[in-house]
């Protein structure tokens, strides 16, 4: 069956073209605008909202559609879609789903900086802030740097949230959960004496797709250049990920692999299943 996927890509087409859109207004046209800028920036971030949403309602779609083939059609066919609804409607893997997601949300805003701790800094000394407070920026740099916002909770506590930031967090936060979810169904259909299967499972799968974040910092740490930056300076090693190469090379590694390892899994899952291999239930 052909899916149609309109409103995702028209929910992207919104999403980058406003953050584009945004940013060329505000480093040409901010000193013109300094009046109506905060206006700019919500209808910017209504945008970014909107297509976001317009993304969620066609998952709906496309799970709403397997549900009306589960209902019409008794085929026992395995695919990534149809497998990924079925534990969707089980209780056990939305916990797996919500759990993992929500503490890789935590562990991703830490590690990227959203949620900062700089206990040898006092915000309000060096800031000249009032805490708790809230600054936001509204100019200038590149497409989904601005507006940001600065959120000063305590003295040594606050959060930077930066539009591409949270829709990265977003993202890579549902793909690691996914594939935590699709790999704790894999590992619970496991052939119980088959060392070599789980070994190629886990191997492959098990630090990226649980944490693409360390992996990412893993594999970055080995570039050249990056571990000497860390040493030179005395700065941890995310420090070197500043650097925009650096960024762009963690970004590609995590969202291939985090793309990929479910067609992995789907593709042994099914072998198992047309080897009569008992599977769990869906």
């Not at 079925?86 to 959203?114: E, H, P, Q």
């Not at 700065?235 to 067609?263: A, E, G, K």
Request: aromatic share 10%.
């Amino acid at each position: 069956m052909k899916y149609n996927y309109g409103w995702a890509v028209l929910g992207l087409v919104i999403i980058i073209s406003s953050s584009i859109t945004y940013a060329e207004i505000i480093n040409n046209y901010f000193q013109n605008l300094t009046n109506l800028v905060q206006y700019v920036a919500s209808l910017y971030i209504i945008s970014i909202l909107i297509g976001m949403l317009m993304i969620v309602i066609q998952i709906e779609k496309i799970l709403i559609t397997q549900k009306n083939l589960k209902l019409s059609n008794n085929s026992t066919s395995i695919d990534l879609r149809s497998l990924t609804y079925d534990l969707f409607a089980k209780m056990k893997y939305r916990k797996i789903f919500i759990i993992s997601s929500g503490l890789y949300v935590i562990f991703f805003s830490i590690i990227s900086g959203t949620i900062v701790y700089q206990p040898e800094i006092v915000f309000s000394d060096a800031f000249k802030v009032s805490i708790p407070s809230i600054k936001i920026v509204y100019c200038c740099g590149s497409p989904g740097q601005y507006p940001n916002v600065a959120i000063y909770i305590t003295e040594h506590i606050g959060a930077i949230l930066i539009p591409v930031s949270l829709l990265l967090l977003i993202l890579i936060s549902a793909l690691v959960s996914w594939n935590v979810m699709l790999m704790a169904f894999a590992f619970s259909n496991r052939p119980k004496n088959n060392e070599k299967w789980l070994l190629s499972i886990g191997a492959l799968t098990g630090l990226f797709t649980a944490c693409p974040t360390c992996a990412g910092l893993l594999l970055t740490s080995i570039l050249p250049g990056s571990i000497g930056i860390s040493i030179i300076t005395g700065t941890p090693l995310l420090v070197s990920l500043s650097n925009v190469f650096y960024q762009q090379i963690f970004l590609l590694i995590t969202l291939v692999i985090l793309t990929i390892s479910p067609l992995i899994l789907v593709t042994n899952i099914r072998e198992l299943f047309e080897k009569g291999c008992i599977i769990e239930k869906t």
